[in-house]
Each structure stands twice: as structure tokens, then as C-alpha cells.
């Protein structure tokens, strides 16, 4: 035996320590199967609704790229664009103003509905993969995720039982408001935080009530006063600050209408509850600045530039007048559920906005829930705030049928309000749906507590009820390809990264198309004009889009009519000072375009012969 051979003495400790490992191994798997085995039916109601999700927007996959969501085409293309200009902030280039659309003037990110949260924290998929992917995967995953966020705040806030949480979780999650919302508006639709500032202001109110108690000896039920838990003030300000912030950076929208149906809650909760009211109060309300302070260090200079930063608005720029919830809408079933009717559509101003479609049997059961579960504080407090945003979706003017009534609604109170005026009215209904299926938790999981017909009764009344309103897939459409000129980067050949290519036709509000070319680009390099919120009404007011230039609006009209006009020396010089104006390095127009060959010797005529390069026609000024 070789003298270089190690005994066993030597050998023992490396063999010692691989021994010590085999368990420590073992019983992290162990506990992990063990949680499994612990959640497994809470982890089988989180697959459903991810489940669920996919089927309902299967229709994007597998090629993302290549589809849309037909009804509304064009916010998926303004959001594909959000989401590439967000990705930047991992390349280190980003910036609340950004210069990538609106050549020379850029846009506010902020004043737009730019989910910039989701877009950085998602910056690797568009990077890698394309925007498109990750607007498909956010639009399952914020209806999943939204229902799951309420699943366990039923289950762990309310204790309800799981059947009770999973029928009201899913309202929340895919009711008709939500799914009508994922045509394309991502920043509705992201709502799974809500849950979570539910159950933070929650924590917070149990924690300051001085009142609480806990027991000392069970067996003769002897319990001592403890006192406002300062500790939990502090935490679940401090996570409610948290949380606001992030959920300003995702959708302020949604931020709005929870923070009005809370104050609602709020209100009647105090006035139901007079001695917790008195109690409490005066904790509660320290935590609350508390958290308030925090969100505004935060929050500050974002909402500054927001609102008086450089091209921020503050004002809205939508009607109320226009955007109110018709009143007959409430008991019709919305033409994206399984029971719907396409005529139901007249009701409302677009489909994705079929905010108030819950239905009479709905509407019934819900009240009839409410009734049965009696003076409760939640319930009560549930109700009014259901009431509240129910007609202040009706708007300023009460429509019934798509007829003006001339009754005046609750929300001419809130009309011309800072911040409420830009809200539109009939997105008050969305916050109904987690309000009335708060209600139906509550009734159906003392049902299956209890004995008799109600254990039975109640839950296939709500089933009954909810059935009706089970989505239907979303409708989807092909969509033309990019030209090989921007997905083969053989844009580079045309303008440098971060200078501006102008594509023809320009962008438009109604016809935003071209921003694709900069989103499968990475937002590498910036466009003219575009489809945005800025300054452009009137005494600079918000606007949609902005001015078009001459050359921009001649290049339109050729690509809608399709004539070949006679250009002049004037329209010579403008098309110079357009170019210069957008500080563009080059035209570019692929040979796909509309009305390519008129648009191609209107363009000859501006600014000379053509360069060929793949599948597109450049031009360098």
C-alpha cells in the first residue's frame, strides 16, 4: 500500500460532512412536499385560475407576434410600446421623459399609462423574446394573479371557506369588467395588489384598536386588555406605503378607485361601529399619515413631473359625459361572456369597457345574499360602497338605453374635482365586482358553516347566478408581419441607435401601427408623433397624439386615398423642415405599405431617388 494513500482517520472528515449533508437534503425536500402536501388544494385553485387565463387569451399563443386582440388592436400596439420603452431601464436607458416617440418633444411616462413596474420587472422577456410575449403573458397573468391575490385574502383574512374564496375570487378575477378590461388595458387589469392594500389597511385597523385582547387562561376564559400593537402600526404602515408606490408605477387608476371605495368602507364601517370608531381612531390615523408620509418621499417628484413636469398634463382629456355606464347595462350580461348577446354591445362605448355587465340574477342573488346576512359591519359597509360606485358610474347625466334622461347622476358632485376629473365614470363599476363578491363569500361560506336548506340553497343560487357570466375566450386576429428591415436590424443601416427614423406613413392615435417597427426594435431609436397623452389641447390641455406636420399629414392623405400628387418647391422646403424639425436621420417605407408605389413617388418627389434595403425603401435628409 502506497505511503500517499489516506487512512481512514484522514478520509473521515470529508466523508463525515458529505454524511451530514444526505439529511439536511432530505429534510428540505421533506418540508417542502410537506408545505406542498399542506396547500395543495390552495395551490390547485391557483392552478384553475392560471389555467383558466390561458385558455381564455390562447388565442395570442403560439406566435404572439403575429396576433392581436381584435377588438382592440390598437391599445395592444401602444402597450407593446410601453413595454419596449420600459425593458430600456436594464440597458440603462430610461428616463420619465423619453424621446423615443414625439420626436423632438418626447413623452411623460407618467402622464401615459406606461406600467412601468411590470415593464422593468418583465425588461428580460421583452429583451429577449419581444414585447408581444410579454403583453401576451401579462394579460393571463394579471386576471390569475388578480384572482389568486383575492382567494387569499378570503381565505386567510375572511377565513372563508375555499369553496366560498374560489367563487369570489374568480368574480374578482374574471368578471365581466375584468376580461372586457384585458382588451389591451394592462394597466386595468393589474389588480392583484388591491388584495394585498385591502388586507394592509386591515392589519392596520385591528392593530390600533386598544381593545385587544388576548387569552390568559382558556380554561376559565380569563383575558388580558392589550393595547394598540405598535409593532404592526408601524409594519403594516410601512407595507401599505410600499405597496401604494408600487401600485402608482403599475396602474394609479386602480389605485384611484381603490382608495375611494376604502374611504367609502371607511366611512360606514365608523358609522356602524361607532365605539371601534372612538377607539381606534386616533392610531389608525397615525398609521395612515404614517404610511402617507412614506408614499410621498416616494411619490413626490414622479407625481410632480407627472403633472407639471416637461409635456405632463393635469387635467383629462376624456368626457365624463361620454364615458358613463348606460343604466340598462347593469342587468344585461356583457357580450364577452358565455350568455351574452353581440347586441348588448350598443350599451356602452367600446369593448373594453364593458365595465357594469353583471346581470339581474346577479344583481338579485347579491342583494338577496345581503339581506340574508343581515346588519353585519362588512356587509353593510360592503353594500354602500357597492351602492356608491355603482351610480357614480352612471356619470353626470343618467343614460338608460342609450338615451339621455336628463336626470342628473351623484357624479356631477365629483365633476371638475382635481385628479377625479380625469377619471371616467363607468370604470367606478369595476370596483363592484370584488364588493359584491365579498358578499357572496360571506353568504355562502356561513351557509356551508350551517345545517339545513341553506347549506345547499345559497351556494347553487351563487353558482346559478355566476354561470351566466363565465368568459368566452378573447377573439384574436393575424396581424401583418414586421418588414425585414426592422426585425433583420438592417435598421441600422438607416439611422444609429437613439436617432430618429421617421416611418411612412407616421403614426396616428387611429392608425399607430408603425410603432410596432420601434417596439420589435427595443425602442432602439425614436419616431415622430405617435399614439400618446400630451399638452397638444387646447391652452395646453391633455390631448391625444399630437399636431401632424405638413409632410406628415401629405404622406396620410396619399396613404388613405392612394393619389399620386404633384409636389411643388414649397412642399420641397417644408418636407426639409419637417425632417429637420424631427431631427430624423432618415425615411423609411416598407414595401408593403398602402398605396406603396404613390407613396413611394411622393417621397422621390420630397427628398430624391430611394435606397433599397431589404424589404423597405430609405431615404437619408
Known amino acids: 500500500m502506497s505511503s500517499a494513500a489516506p487512512t481512514a482517520p484522514d478520509a473521515a472528515p470529508e466523508q463525515a460532512l458529505r454524511l451530514a449533508d444526505r439529511p439536511t437534503r432530505r429534510s428540505r425536500?421533506?418540508?417542502?412536499?410537506?408545505?406542498?402536501?399542506?396547500?395543495?388544494?390552495?395551490?390547485?385553485?391557483?392552478?384553475?385560475?392560471?389555467?383558466?387565463?390561458?385558455?381564455?387569451?390562447?388565442?395570442?399563443?403560439?406566435?404572439?407576434?403575429?396576433?392581436t386582440l381584435?377588438?382592440?388592436?390598437?391599445?395592444?400596439?401602444?402597450?407593446?410600446?410601453?413595454?419596449?420603452?420600459?425593458?430600456?431601464?436594464?440597458l440603462g436607458d430610461f428616463n420619465l421623459l423619453t424621446d423615443r416617440l414625439n420626436a423632438p418633444d418626447g413623452v411623460n411616462l407618467m402622464t401615459n399609462t406606461t406600467v412601468i413596474a411590470l415593464g422593468v420587472a418583465l425588461s428580460p422577456i421583452t429583451l429577449l423574446l419581444g414585447a408581444p410575449v410579454t403583453f401576451a403573458l401579462l394579460a393571463a397573468a394579471n386576471l390569475a394573479g388578480t384572482a389568486v391575490a383575492w382567494y387569499l385574502l378570503f381565505t386567510r383574512t375572511l377565513r372563508a371557506r375555499r369553496l366560498a374564496a374560489g367563487l369570489g375570487a374568480g368574480l374578482c378575477g374574471f368578471g365581466p369588467g375584468m376580461i372586457s378590461q384585458t382588451n389591451s388595458h394592462l394597466h386595468m387589469t393589474a389588480q392583484w395588489l388591491v388584495p394585498v392594500i385591502v388586507w394592509l389597511v386591515v392589519r392596520l385597523l385591528r392593530a390600533a384598536d386598544p381593545e385587544r385582547v388576548r387569552p390568559v387562561d382558556p380554561a376559565d376564559g380569563t383575558t388580558v386588555v392589550l393595547g394598540p400593537d405598535r409593532r404592526r402600526l408601524v409594519s403594516s404602515a410601512v407595507g401599505l406605503a410600499a405597496a401604494v408606490t408600487a401600485q402608482v408605477f403599475i396602474g394609479e387608476e386602480v389605485l384611484f378607485l381603490a382608495t375611494i371605495t376604502l374611504l367609502v368602507m371607511a366611512v360606514t364601517y365608523a358609522a356602524v361601529d361607532r365605539d371601534l370608531a372612538r377607539r381606534a381612531l386616533p392610531a389608525f390615523a397615525g398609521g395612515m399619515a404614517l404610511a402617507a408620509g412614506l408614499a410621498l418621499l416616494a411619490l413626490g417628484y414622479p407625481l410632480w413631473f407627472q403633472f407639471a413636469g416637461p409635456q405632463g398634463v393635469a387635467d383629462g382629456m376624456f368626457s365624463p359625459h361620454y364615458f358613463s355606464a348606460d343604466l340598462r347595462s347593469w342587468w344585461t350580461v356583457s357580450p364577452l361572456s358565455v350568455a351574452g348577446s353581440d347586441d348588448a354591445a350598443r350599451l356602452t362605448t367600446g369593448p373594453a369597457e364593458y365595465n357594469t355587465f353583471l346581470g339581474w340574477p346577479l344583481l338579485l342573488v347579491t342583494a338577496a345574499c345581503a339581506v340574508w346576512l343581515g346588519r353585519r359591519r362588512l356587509v353593510v359597509a360592503c353594500g354602500v360602497a357597492g351602492l356608491v360606485m355603482g351610480v357614480l358610474s352612471l356619470g353626470p347625466s343618467v343614460v338608460l338605453s342609450g338615451t339621455r334622461t336628463g336626470v342628473p347622476g351623484p357624479y356631477v358632485l365629483l365633476s371638475g374635482l382635481p385628479v377625479v376629473d380625469g377619471a371616467l365614470p363607468m370604470r367606478f363599476a369595476l370596483a363592484v365586482l370584488p364588493l359584491a363578491a365579498t358578499l357572496l363569500v360571506l353568504a355562502v361560506d356561513r351557509a356551508l358553516r350551517g345545517t339545513g336548506r341553506a347549506r345547499r340553497l345559497v351556494p347553487a343560487a351563487v353558482c346559478a347566478a355566476l354561470l351566466p357570466l363565465f368568459p368566452a375566450p378573447l377573439p384574436t386576429a393575424e396581424r401583418p408581419p414586421l418588414p425585414e428591415f426592422i426585425t433583420g436590424g438592417h435598421w441600422r443601416e438607416c439611422v444609429q441607435p437613439g436617432g430618429v427614423l421617421v416611418p411612412v406613413p407616421l403614426p396616428t392615435p387611429k392608425e399607430p401601427w408603425p410603432m410596432r417597427w420601434a417596439a420589435a426594435a427595443d425602442a432602439a431609436f425614436a419616431t415622430p408623433e405617435g399614439f400618446f397623452i400630451g399638452p397638444y389641447g387646447r391652452g395646453g390641455g391633455a390631448a391625444m397624439g399630437t399636431f401632424q406636420q405638413p409632410t406628415s399629414a401629405l404622406l396620410t392623405e396619399v396613404a388613405r386615398r392612394g393619389d399620386l400628387p404633384v409636389i411643388g418647391d414649397e412642399q420641397r422646403r417644408q418636407a426639409a423642415r419637417d425632417a429637420d424639425f424631427w431631427g430624423a436621420s432618415c425615411v423609411a417605407l416598407a414595401a408593403d405599405a398602402p398605396h406603396v408605389d404613390s407613396l413611394r413617388g411622393t417621397l422621390e418627389q420630397l427628398y430624391g431617388p430611394s435606397t433599397r434595403i431589404a424589404d423597405a425603401w430609405i431615404w437619408r435628409v
Not at 421533506?30 to 387569451?57: E, K, M, P
Open 29 to 67: 425536500t421533506t418540508r417542502v412536499l410537506a408545505a406542498i402536501g399542506r396547500h395543495r388544494a390552495d395551490l390547485a385553485v391557483a392552478l384553475f385560475f392560471a389555467l383558466l387565463a390561458g385558455w381564455l387569451t390562447h388565442g395570442l399563443w403560439p406566435d404572439p407576434g403575429s396576433r
Open 70 to 90: 381584435a377588438l382592440n388592436p390598437a391599445d395592444q400596439t401602444l402597450y407593446e410600446w410601453f413595454l419596449a420603452v420600459d425593458a430600456r431601464a436594464l
